[in-house]
Structures are given as C-alpha cells and as structure tokens.
C-alpha cells in the first residue's frame, strides 16, 4: 500500500492520543518539527520515536534547519548559526568549502536526534527585488555560485545521513513579497528564468527531494507553482527534477481555500506530496482524507529518497569545527 501524500506535524513536545491514531490511519509520508516540538534532546528523540511508532515504519523526520532566524534547534543546546548570506560572505573565496562543514555539523547534530531530513539547500537568487524575509537566506546573487554553494551543502548533508530538501522550486528570489502573508508575483519572461532563477535548481535537479514556491509566474501561468500543472511540467521536463517534490506550506496565505480544496489542486498540478503545518488537528485530518495516497509514480520517488539515506560517513566532528574556524578567520 502506498504512503499517505501528505507530511504533518505535531501540535506539542509529544503525540496526543489523537494525533496517533490520526498518524495510524493517515500513514503519512513522513513529519516536520517546528520550534514547538522541540525542548531537550531526550524529549526531540522521543517525539520521533513516537512518530514512527505511530505509521510502524521508519518515516523520514524533517526540519528547517537553515541557520538565522530559521532555525528550529538553539542555543544554548544546539549550535546557533549566523544567516546564510552572512556565512557565505564571512568566509569569501573558501565558502564552498565552508558550506560543506557547516551543513556537514547541522547533520551530524539531527542524527543524533534521529531527525534524518532538512530543508535546504535553499538556492533562490538575490535581485534587487527579493523581500527581506528571504534576502538573508539567500546564499548570492549569482547563479553559478549558488549551485555550487548550494551542491556543498547538500553534500555535507548527504554523507551526515540527512536527506536535503532543495527549496524553492523553481525560485522565490525575484519576489518582493512573503508568501506566508501574501501571493508574490513574478513579471519576468521565461527566457529570463530559465537562464537565472531556474539555473541552480537545474544544477541540483539530481537531489532527492525538492519544495515548491507559492509564486505566480506571469509568463508561464496565473496560478501559483504549487498549484499550476504548466510550471510543474517545466519543473520536470525543463529543470529536470525528478525527486520527489513537496508543496510549500499549504497553511501558508499565499494560498487561498481550504485545505482539502488546496491540497487536491496541488497534487492534480504535479506535486507529489502535502506540507500542511500549524493548523488545527481537524484541518490535518481534512487534508489527509483529501491528499489520500501517494500515486504510483509519487510512491516510487518517495521510495528512492528514502533509499538516498545514507549512515552517516566517519568524520572527526572536533577536526571539522577546528578547520571551520580557521577558514572563517
């Protein structure tokens, strides 16, 4: 039987029983932690036990961990990171590499609370445009650098047994609004994207898995990406990503309908899997009856990302902080 096409959170630090019979008979994809879940190792660990205790399989956890002001684990527990932009031009001509051990840590700090998923790299670009609320999470300007920024942290990732989620498809950068409040618009030919926004995720389209932008793009469709079947078929066939792909936050307000209506939109549009997050238990349960289950094809990517997880690769976690210190000097 296939997975749920959804990905769900939780309301507190541990299930309530109605969140587990709800996860029983839903059997999502997978879940998502939020700073809400989240107090002390022990506690983080449980959670995700009780989570894959609930579906009785090993359900990928996922987290945005990207550094900033997104970042669910903090100090003093966890390590605090500064914004991406800022990294990335602290460490200057060695920031691949930089971005490498950075991302290398962040996965080697959720192993080991059995959180196996984190959503980035995020590789939008940076233009004038780009609203405060992305702009620091931006690793540049340049599209070339950003895929390769961008394929170091996956890497780093990778090899610390954390499945990287390439956010968001197919750019958010060249939006001078927040998609958690508002529905950006993009007035750009496609000439323009294919050789600008679209270029980092074409670079990285061998990721495992990858998430949406709520944006219009005027010059392809007046529906949002998540929602429109033309930018899905560009994603695919045009940027070449054949992980699975995942909706932004269908909560979000970019978004208008319920939850059921939204989440059945998305996935007739191309999307392969719900992220519904910060809603109401009704609301989850709304749109797991709408979302069913995966299709055919949606099960078979979901079964190759779960497949890209690795054990993590033997590393001195000591040397890798010593080494970033020194570049970042």
Not at 191 to 200: G, K, Y
Not at 251 to 269: C, D, E, F, V
Request: hydrophobic share 45%; with cysteine; aromatic share 6%.
């Amino acid at each position: 039987m296939n997975f749920g096409a959804t990905i769900l959170d939780a309301d507190g630090l541990r299930l309530s029983k109605d969140e587990i019979a709800f996860f029983r008979d839903a059997d999502p994809f997978g879940f998502i932690l939020f700073a809400r879940n989240i107090d002390t190792p022990d506690q983080v660990y449980g959670l995700c036990s009780e989570f894959r205790d609930a579906v009785g399989r090993d359900a990928p956890i996922t987290i945005d961990q990207e550094g900033g002001r997104v970042q669910r684990l903090r100090g003093p527990t966890w390590r605090e990171w500064v914004p991406p932009l800022d990294f990335v031009r602290a460490a200057g001509d060695v920031a691949e590499r930089a971005m490498y051990i950075r991302h290398r840590l962040i996965a080697h700090e959720l192993r080991a609370l059995t959180i196996d998923s984190n959503c980035a790299p995020m590789v939008d670009i940076i233009v004038k445009e780009t609203h405060d609320f992305l702009r620091n999470r931006c690793y540049g300007a340049s599209p070339g650098d950003i895929a390769l920024l961008g394929r170091a942290a996956a890497d780093g990732m990778l090899e610390g047994g954390v499945l990287p989620v390439l956010k968001h498809i197919p750019g958010h950068g060249r939006t001078d609004l927040d998609s958690h409040f508002d529905l950006p618009r993009v007035d750009v030919s496609l000439d323009t994207l294919r050789e600008t926004d679209f270029a980092p995720f074409r670079a990285l389209n061998d990721l495992p898995m990858g998430m949406t932008a709520h944006v219009v793009y005027e010059a392809v469709d007046e529906q949002p990406a998540t929602l429109s079947a033309d930018m899905m078929r560009l994603v695919r066939d045009d940027i070449g990503f054949d992980g699975l792909i995942m909706t932004d936050d269908i909560g979000m307000k970019a978004l208008s309908g319920t939850p059921g209506q939204i989440a059945t939109r998305a996935l007739a549009a191309g999307c392969d899997v719900i992220l519904h997050c910060n809603a109401p238990l009704a609301k989850r349960v709304e749109t797991a009856n709408a979302a069913g289950q995966m299709t055919d094809a949606a099960q078979t990517r979901a079964e190759a990302a779960l497949a890209a997880r690795r054990t993590p690769d033997d590393i001195d976690i000591a040397e890798l902080n010593a080494e970033l210190e020194a570049l970042l000097a």
